[in-house]
């Protein structure tokens, strides 16, 4: 009976070992070509307002205080290029009335400081907005959580007011809706409120998909090469309004 005993528990300890060694390669595999773009202790590699962004416990923390309420909408950017084609991977913690997002193919708005104008995924604490497409500074909103969308081409030379005059309740008029991801409020009980979330954003060429806990929030393709951009700068959002506070971390990045 011993002698079967030490055999079934040799038995169990190989089994353990080899799964804990396949969960460990999937892992490897799966962050296979990633790059950590945050060390974790210091704000080395991104530039921004210090009044604003700090790092603490290991995490960027973005905070608007009572004494700081902002004017316009404050960036922290990633100084490591201009990605294209990349897949960006995180984790983000917000407050319930905070508002942020991750830029990305972002260029300098010169008219505020530290501000980005580009596509943006986009982040609150009250998860209404969390996961849709907006183009901060530009066409606006370009999917909303739960849509997939074909943005239309437009004319060269657009002129700002022509670009103003497609946009209706903060919101791009020139696309289809070309199919569904699922329903509003089904997504947004996917993201944890006051908690962390993974998000992951690919984007490849016109097509830029927006991933939440591990589900495709929105999905755009993007037709308009007039006001679209194939790279640019990457940065995070601290937003005009109600002081808050957001964090993230693990923030790591994969060209494609």
């Not at 901060?136 to 670009?163: C, D, F, H, W």
């Not at 946009?167 to 944890?192: F, P, Y």
């Not at 993007?222 to 971390?249: A, F, I």
């Amino acid at each position: 009976m011993k002698t079967f005993i030490k055999y079934f528990s040799l038995i169990s300890l190989s089994v353990f070992i080899i799964i804990s060694c396949k969960s460990s390669q999937t892992t490897s595999s799966s962050e296979k070509g990633f790059k950590t773009i945050f060390d974790g202790k210091t704000l080395n590699g991104w530039q921004g307002d210090t009044k604003y962004w700090r790092v603490e416990n290991g995490n960027i923390v973005g905070e608007i205080t009572p004494e700081t309420l902002l004017k316009t909408n404050s960036f922290l950017t990633w100084q490591g290029g201009e990605p294209a084609d990349f897949e960006l991977r995180a984790e983000f913690n917000i407050t319930e009335k905070g508002n942020s997002g991750i830029n990305y193919r972002s260029v300098v708005f010169p008219d505020a400081p530290n501000a980005l104008k580009g596509y943006q995924a986009d982040i609150d604490g009250a998860n209404r907005y969390t996961g849709q497409n907006y183009e901060e500074r530009g066409r606006t909103t370009l999917a909303y959580r739960g849509q997939i969308t074909t943005i239309s081409p437009q004319p060269n030379s657009m002129t700002k007011e022509e670009v103003r005059a497609k946009v209706q309740k903060n919101a791009w008029t020139d696309l289809k809706v070309t199919g569904s991801l699922g329903e509003n409020e089904d997504l947004k009980a996917k993201i944890k409120a006051e908690d962390w979330n993974e998000i992951r954003l690919v984007v490849k060429g016109n097509h830029l998909q927006h991933f939440v806990n591990g589900i495709l929030m929105s999905d755009v393709t993007d037709l308009d090469t007039e006001n679209g951009k194939s790279k640019g700068l990457l940065g995070v959002q601290v937003h005009v309004g109600p002081p808050m506070k957001v964090q993230y971390r693990n923030v790591r990045i994969k060209n494609l």
